[in-house]
């Protein structure tokens, strides 16, 4: 007998041995059945499925009424994913159940099992039947009346159709054993997502990068980068809006938990070496699904650390003026739930939030929900509905910028464990409200047209309040940054030795609007030189600076006490209507309350002067209203 052998009967002797000190605890009396359960435990526990199902087998050919066998090859066959074999071993064990305990375990395996089947009516039976003889243990009554809405959403809402049409992505996509997570940048010309090389949940994991040729059709994926994939798991992934920005998952080597949450910039054509976002974002748990916002200053992620509602909550982090990240928060009890919220996507307008769930009434298993953003919380999630939504689970859902389109991971149903990438219409009556486009170009110094890193801050003009803060490229110039419809908007750029550029966006919500494309030219700072501030409003006839104005003016602030050496004049324009002696008071008056809002934030008033110019100094002709709107303006003017 070699060494496996003895090995072999050794532990066969002991199972015997087990077997005979534990018969009582089983409905058989058979110590050979009861051997070859505790056998095939060994094996299950292992993950060796195929070989304790065979050993179960054998044991039920001991005794068919060996009722635990039963409960064990429906749990067996269900980690198997394999819910009909499942269900089959379950209902025969349900049978043979005389223990009230037992009975109740199968009842609520059961009620699980047919509510992932999408048998509804099947389900609310055996759940309502455990609801009520279960008296005890309050976390599976929890889950079970969870199920039990599910199941009775599921009856009421099982005619739902909506109008989704998802087509899988082409084959130069989908051509790896998994592919899922799928995110894009604003303007829909990047595509990344997460491959596993396998259909284990340990293969290695990458993130890679695809864009789209002249036909429009996605080209074969590549790395995104040797800094950024290893032999390490890089999962779940997200870009900022402009494509340079990465926040990935990483699972294994140093990290503060089981999975870490990781940030690497694009300058240039290169991806910088990840950094752990530290210990403010990332906990002893697991952190993973990240999300950033269109500008990359908020981060919305899931997390199973402790302080949340339930096994899975979704938190969120933003950064500082520093650029570092803040402690992460929960984002509460009006988003999350007792369960699992999973796989958060915030849509670039910066309010729609689209998440999974298994905690919502919905069809069972995790659905995909869609929430607004509040000034202090969130909207009551809403289920997006069938088919997008099933009995099976949902997530990795993305939502491109004008809301039409979605991209999403489903398993796919010809081959076990794997998955493929999809894209789908999304029905009028899903669509969200606020829909985005997005404003690209490169910003360069107009004398020399070479590359200028700047920063381009936006503001929301009505609310008063920055809504994204972006930087261009130090190598190319390159930046882009996402307007949402049915607002106005204010855009200051700056950069170090230049003089600041300002621009102004009304965005009407009843029309469509294509990608902008903006080159902004700086201009060194010099004397003479000049720029238009394109967002200080005042009433007609009136010289009081409206609450719109203050955002720029802020800024303007900043520039100033960046640059104190400067002497600056602040004009004062009109159109050509009215006397000359009016126009020039009232651009005198506009002119000098801005110099008062400037001099109460702390700029010295001995360095900046008022003039007014009346209609002296038009821009363009005043033959239009259009064109004597230019010319009512202020300007701000480097003196010395």
Known sequence: ????????????????????????????????????????????????????IDLLNQALSKDKNFEEAYFRLGLIYRAKQELTHSTNYLEEGLALAKDGKHRREYLYELGDNYLRLGKYEESKTKLGLFLNEEKINSTKIGRASVWLQQAE???????????????????????????????????NSQLFFTIRYGSGVNENEDIVFTSKNNRGDWRKPASVSDNINSNLQEGACSIS????????????????????????????????RPVNLGPLVNGSEWEGQPSLSADGRVL?????????????????????????WTKAQNLGNSVNTKFDEIAPFMHVNGQTLYFSSNGYPGYGGYDIYQSEKLKNGWTLPKNLGAPLNDFEDQFSFFVTSDGTEAYFSKADVNNHGLSKIYTTSIPKEKQLAKKSFSVKGIVTDIETSKPVKATIELSNQKESEKVALV???????????????????????????YLFKTYNFEIDSTKAVKPIILNIELKPIRQRASALLNNIFFDYDKYEIKAESHPELANVVKFLVDNPALIIEVTGHTDNKGSEEYNIKLSQKRAQSVIDFLAAKGVDKGKMSAKGYGASKPLVDNNSETNRQLNRRIEFVIVK
């Open 1 to 52: 007998m070699n060494k496996k052998s003895i090995c072999l009967a050794i532990l066969m002797s002991f199972l015997w041995v087990l077997a005979a000190k534990s018969q009582s605890q089983y409905s058989t009396t058979s110590k050979k059945a009861i051997g070859l359960f505790l056998e095939a435990d060994n094996f299950r526990v292992k993950g060796e499925y195929d070989k304790a």
């Open 153 to 187: 959403y599921g009856i009421q809402y099982r005619g739902e159709k909506l109008d989704y049409v998802y087509t899988p992505l082409n084959d130069s996509v989908n051509s790896y054993p998994n592919q899922y997570f799928p995110v894009l940048t604003a303007d």
């Open 241 to 272: 809006a402009d494509g340079r920005q990465l926040i990935f998952t990483m699972c294994g080597g140093i990290t503060y938990g089981r999975c870490d949450l990781f940030e690497s910039k694009r300058v240039g054509n290169d991806w910088t």
């Open 300 to 324: 919305y992620f899931s997390s199973s650390r402790k302080g949340g509602l339930g096994g899975y909550d979704l938190w969120m982090t933003k950064k500082d003026e520093a650029g570092k």
């Open 471 to 497: 930087e261009s490229d130090s190598i190319n110039g390159s930046y882009l940054f996402v307007l949402s419809k049915g607002a106005n908007y204010s855009l200051f750029v700056s950069a170090k030795g």
